[in-house]
T-cell receptor, first 115, second 109 residues
């Protein structure tokens, strides 16, 4: 099993451009998450999804949109990229049920630079 | 959200045990204690979690204080591959795990 796969691994954008980050998981997990990690800091939750067709805001949702059209995929969109969104983005997934009792499985990240 | 406090950094010698402390004095009764680690240029990796009782798995042991206000992650025999940032996180059912800055563990050969 591949686990959690993020595409692309690296990207450089110009301010104002748009792009979509793709997260795919093959573990049949219900829950999926998008985090960002800035240098020297821990991860912060952007948006999450508790099932196909549902999404919710996390700690830092502004400037991002998400979609969960298929259970295995969770997309993170930047409509108009800003330099403040330069970061490493991580996707994670976990089983349904009491989410606090389930470990999250993370991808290897997408390093995004916005000039 | 409940917060955790960890030392910024710790050092260990290879093949010796490592005890990574975490304080969480404001923990609520339903918060699980999770530990993750992050190696350079990789995503976080789940290590262990528990609620009240001590837990053991193939990677580590988790010792939870009786009042649950602190916990300790124990690596029984550190290897160079255990050098990473270790995060102690309180996880309730709001789907939001709050990562702090973690403890950077250095393992010396």
């Amino acid at each position: 099993n591949a686990g959690v796969t993020q595409t692309p691994k690296f990207r450089v954008l110009k301010t104002g451009q748009s792009m979509t980050l793709l997260c795919a998981q093959d573990m049949n997990h219900e829950y999926m998450y998008w985090y960002r990690q800035d240098p020297g800091m821990g991860l912060r939750l952007i948006h999450y999804s508790v099932g196909e067709g549902t999404t919710a805001k996390g700690e830092v949702p502004d400037g991002y949109n998400v979609s969960r059209l298929k259970k295995q995929n969770f997309l993170l969109g930047l409509e108009s990229a800003a330099p403040s969104q330069t970061s490493v983005y991580f996707c994670a997934s976990s089983y349904m049920g009491s989410s606090s009792n389930q470990p999250q499985h993370f991808g290897d990240g997408t390093r995004l630079s916005i000039l | 959200d409940a917060k955790t406090t960890q030392p910024n950094s710790m050092e260990s010698n290879e093949e010796e045990p490592v005890h990574l402390p975490c304080n969480h004095s404001t923990i609520s009764g339903t918060d699980y204690i999770h530990w993750y680690r992050q190696l350079p240029s990789q995503g976080p990796e789940y290590v262990i979690h528990g609620l009240t009782s001590n837990v053991n798995n193939r990677m580590a042991s988790l010792a939870i204080a009786e009042d649950r206000k602190s916990s300790t992650l124990i690596l029984h025999r550190a290897t160079l591959r255990d050098a990473a940032v270790y995060y102690c996180i309180l996880h309730d059912n709001n789907n939001d795990m709050r990562f702090g800055a973690g403890t950077r563990l250095t393992v010396k050969p």
